[in-house]
């Protein structure tokens, strides 16, 4: 057996090296097995699951990827997962794959997803549009219509039908996964001295790169070894993260922001893979059930935007509810949906006095001494207020 | 008939101006006196494929923040604002546009072309622009506002068109905002009134697209970026109305006697070309010489779609008014097409307008404009061989505008122009002999 300490350190490598790889390894295992990229935040992965392929989260290039030509496509002040991605493409990393979707998550990354058209003719570009209107009685049949379409699109890409029994199964497949992945986040948030951020993240992040069913069993394993652990809680402040719900930020960084003195208790990273609050109804129409989870049963993001509750009174009854000391924001450089959102926050945050930081990252970063000195002060002036 | 001519063209500032200044006065007042004296309702609108249409029939107020904040910045006011907004904890990355127009929501709402009212409606059209849902999000917040999230999809299938279920979805969504109105108001939908505001649309889009079909003349009655922006605002704020129909029979007029007279809005027009991106508002002037001294004039340009795109054949349909209006939206701006309908837009532009050269006015403050136009450059000059230029800039933060650099990019762009031109002539000249 495995320990789980072996399995995550073995993939913490091959992510920081080449985030993709083990997507790839597994193509490279199953040359007939279709896949199809979903870029950040949000993705129906059961309808691409439901048709036979395997949907695989493209989730940027890490910090060891030179990025060579996509700066001459996108500018210097756009964010650095649309330019790493571009420069996966351009550099035939990305050749593995069958198909990619793209979201209407911000402008920049809408805007890719006509770049990837132009300049890779033989990969298949989808694109939702998720609704933003969250009140009116017309949205979920839309948005039942946008599925459907997809659908279609995928059915042709892989050349089977989706039945309902084959997207009910997949449904609950992935509900399983995310179940896992909520007991996995429990921990954390309990005892946080017991799974450190970067071991939740590897194991969170593996499952966007393998068949859910392998995720699946390689959770069970390590779940049970998790609750065994007996560590003494150290002397750190405990906060929730916010803000990095798209571009991810740098193993070290989250390493590094831990050492510096926090706990986080809970965070929105890989958001998108874990996007769903609750089980998703299979019963009668799955994909009726599909639709109306993101409507009702979807987490908050600075990318979905629901009038019926502002987003900063989510991100305070979380940080109630996990009981946390401070909020940190670690939003992506240049990212406008992250940025705004942290306006709104700074000031829901200052009129409940509850402290916060926020910092900025950039997926490409590699020197991580100034966050990590702004966390310590930060976390020196609420131990000794 | 030597008269004649001299004195239209020294009126010529005079006309289609003045018009514009006194009917943008006129709406500017009604809202200074809905803020101060409660005269009216507002509405906040986004521009992107705007349904002004359906405010004009409950004669509400259509209240466009973009055009507030882009007042500020063309009187070079802006600044203090961005600020501001900046100290509240927006971030230098964020769009200035937002910025501008939080900060001076936030404060008393003073400025030196009118007061702004509250809204008493935050009608967020989203329409291509993810900034829109954030921007009126946040307004909502800071007045505790009523927001309406009315959602376009966005063109995403292969046939560039929107589907069915789109339409309806739409459809469906301007019947809630109509809801909403009739609540505002106190007063049922008039239909009929409706269908007479659409027809009026219908009547503008047809002038407007007439006049933007006369920049395809030699030399071009007036420059499509610089001059254009004179008419988008009576388009926004005035379509649907007996004024905006009047400012477009004139402009019309005016414009088609410049080609009867065949002058243009430089003494000699060297080079034609298409502009692609919004203007740097704080530095028009400075910018436009940049262009003049060289005899370019921008022939097509697509900022001046935002609000709608009409030179390809829509016109509102009176006796449909809201599916029309949903076609509007969906469908007929340059916001809501794909980036890569936008390339095919310009290419329209290129070989219809008959034009030397793109060029490309990247602004940091909008992604949607800006972020992937390298890979637009790219196709141009490798795909099509259209000689491309991109220089970048912002189009509210003063701070961003690099005039000596963009100066030199300029001329270098247009004095390679000229010699290439010069060869051709040669070559020409010299197979000819
Ligand atoms: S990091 Fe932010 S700006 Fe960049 S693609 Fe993601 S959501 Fe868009
Ligand atoms: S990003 Fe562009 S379209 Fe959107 S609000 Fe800003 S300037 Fe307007």
Known sequence: ?????????????????????????????????????????????????????????????????????????????????VKST??????????????????SICDPARNLGSVFKRNFPNLMVEYIHFPQNMTSTHTLDYLVAEYRRLAASYEQLSGKKITDEALQNSIAL??????????LYAIRRETPQNLSTVECYVLTRIGTL?????????????????????????DRIKVVLEGSFCEQPPIELLDGLESAGCYILDDDILTGWRWFTDDIPVDNDPLRNLADAYLNQSVYSGVKHDTREPKSKHLIDKFKETGAAAVLIL??????????????????????????????????????????????????????? | MAEVAVAAKSTYQGQMHLLQKEMMGRYF????????????????????????????????????????????????????????????????????????????????????????????????????????????EHLAEYCNGQLYNLDIPFLRDPSGQPSPEDITYVVRQLEEVIEICEKLTGKKLDYAR???????????????????????????????????????APLYCLRGTEDGVRFFETALKEMEEKVKMGTGPLPEERFRFIIEGPPPWPYLRTFRDMFAKWGAVAVASTYSTVGGLWEFGFRHDANHPLESIAQHMLQWNVTNRNFLQRYQQIRRYVEEWHADALVIHSVKSCRLFSAGQGDMREYFTKELNVPTLLVESDLEDPRYFSEAQLKNRIDAFFESLEHKKMVRAGAEAGGAA
Request: aromatic fraction near 10%.
């Open chain 1, 1 to 81: 057996m495995t320990t789980v300490e072996n399995l995550i350190s073995r993939y913490r490598e091959s992510l920081e090296d080449a985030p993709l790889q083990i997507a790839a390894d597994y193509k490279q295992q199953h040359p007939h097995q279709k896949l199809v990229g979903c870029y950040p935040v949000y993705t129906p992965v059961e309808l691409i699951h439901a048709s036979g392929m395997l949907p695989v989260g493209v989730i940027g290039a890490g910090n060891r990827l030179e990025i060579a030509h996509a700066d001459s496509r996108f500018q210097s002040f756009v964010c650095s997962i």
């Open chain 1, 86 to 103: 571009l420069e996966l493409g351009l550099t035939d990393k990305l050749n593995f794959l069958d198909g990619i979707v793209f979201h």
């Open chain 1, 174 to 183: 992935y509900n399983e996964q995310r179940r896992l992945l909520r007991e």
């Open chain 1, 210 to 234: 393998l068949p859910p069913d392998e995720h699946i069993a390689i959770l069970r394993e390590a779940l049970p070894q998790l609750h065994r652990r007996d560590e003494k809680p150290k």
């Open chain 1, 331 to 385: 939003a992506a450089k240049f990212c406008e949906p992250a940025l705004f959102d942290y306006a709104l926050y700074k000031r829901a945050l200052e009129k409940e006095s509850i402290p916060h930081l926020c910092l900025e990252f950039e997926e490409k970063m590699w020197i991580f001494d100034k966050a990590r000195t702004e966390v310590e002060t930060f976390v020196e002036s609420m131990l000794f207020d």
């Open chain 2, 29 to 136: 007042e009604r809202m200074t006196r809905a803020a101060e004296q409660g005269d009216g309702k507002a509405v906040y609108m986004l521009i992107s494929g705007n349904p002004v249409e359906l405010i004009q029939a409950f004669d509400l107020i259509p209240v466009y923040p973009e055009i507030d904040a882009l007042q500020l910045a063309a009187k070079k006011s802006a600044l203090p604002f961005i600020l501001k907004a900046e100290e509240l904890g927006y971030s230098m990355d964020n769009c200035a546009y937002v910025k501008a127009d939080v900060g001076l929501f936030l404060g008393d709402r003073k400025t030196p072309f009118a007061t702004i009212p509250l809204p008493s409606l935050i009608l967020c059209n989203y329409v291509g622009c993810n900034v829109y849902l954030q921007w009126f």
């Open chain 2, 194 to 232: 409706l269908k007479q505001i659409v027809s009026r649309s219908s009547e503008t889009g047809e002038m407007w697209s007439r006049i933007k079909g006369l920049t395809k003349n030699i030399p071009s009655p007036f420059d499509a970026y610089f001059d254009s922006v004179t008419m988008m």
